[in-house]
């Protein structure tokens, strides 16, 4: 009998090793950034981690290394179009911006310096702002 009990709570045990390791995420593909124009989100490949594109407004003192690595300003009144307009149309960068929707919705671009530093840039301001923390170069 005790052989039985045993037995019944090293399955059980088991059991509930092998459940968790299906509960494991999935690696996230960081090759490409995905750009979304209706909500205007910059996410890390398809993946729902993600930076909005409006926090540029908020963040142009953090702009300078994503200017510097486009060779471009980000430019007012609209801070946040003149930011999608260096990343879906570079001039000089190594990379193009392709469609992935048939609505125009959906934009991929390849990760590289420009689009990494684009990423960097946007986390540093979502830090500033929502986690108050100072960034410094």
Known sequence: MLRV???TFITLALT???DSITKLPEPTDTSY???DLKDYSYCQGSSSTCHSLSTISTGTQFAG????????????PNYR???????????????TADKISENGRYYRVPANEHTDTVWKVLGDINDSL????IISD
Do not use: F, H
């Open 33 to 35: 950034y995905t750009i």
């Open 81 to 95: 179009g003149s930011l999608l307009r260096m990343i879906l149309e570079p001039q000089g960068a190594p990379y």
């Open 130 to 133: 929502y986690n108050n923390r």
């Open 65 to 76: 290394p994503v200017e510097d690595v486009y060779g471009t300003k980000i430019s007012g």
């Open 16 to 18: 509930g090793c092998m």
């Open 5 to 7: 009990i045993i037995a």
